[in-house]
């Protein structure tokens, strides 16, 4: 089954897919002055990420959780959590998370080791730091 992982933020939602190997797919950025955790603007996040499913014909969303150092959660990773437990709810479709603790910091070390530009770089972080959260869940459950 195809998956979408997404690494989602206030402002800024990055967006993969795959069924074994996961490929960047594109950033959702929210509005000026608008946050992903607000619901006008989860709204219209819900509405492109059912889009982008469709499309790639995915049939769960992946999430990626920033789980502290002691596995706790963060007041931005419950953001998240509950993020991702509406997007199950209002599109009805399975959402798994996993940790996702330093997938940014891994995706601007890989962009900066291929050269990309910073300004490309910006535009990628976040769809491949998405690719890097699908990524880990599908090595997990392929070993299960």
Do not use: C
Not at 10 to 30: K, N
Not at 53 to 76: C, K
Not at 91 to 97: A, K
Not at 121 to 135: F, H
């Amino acid at each position: 089954m195809k998956l979408l992982g997404l690494d989602v933020g206030q402002r800024t939602i990055g967006v993969a897919s795959g069924e074994v190997l996961a490929e960047e797919l594109t950033t959702l950025r929210a509005k000026k002055e608008a946050s992903f955790y607000e619901e006008a603007t989860q709204s219209w996040a819900f509405d492109q990420l059912a889009k982008l499913a469709n499309q790639e014909m995915a049939g769960a969303f992946v999430v990626g959780l920033p789980v502290t150092e002691d596995g706790s959660l963060s007041a931005e990773a419950k953001l998240i959590k509950d993020f991702g437990q509406e997007l199950e709810h209002k599109l009805n479709q399975r959402v798994f998370f996993v940790n996702e603790t330093l997938t940014s910091v891994m995706a601007e070390d890989i962009l900066e080791g291929q050269g990309v530009s910073p300004s490309e770089a910006k535009n990628r972080v976040d769809q491949l730091s998405a690719s890097l959260i699908l990524q880990q869940y599908l090595e997990e459950h392929a070993l299960a």
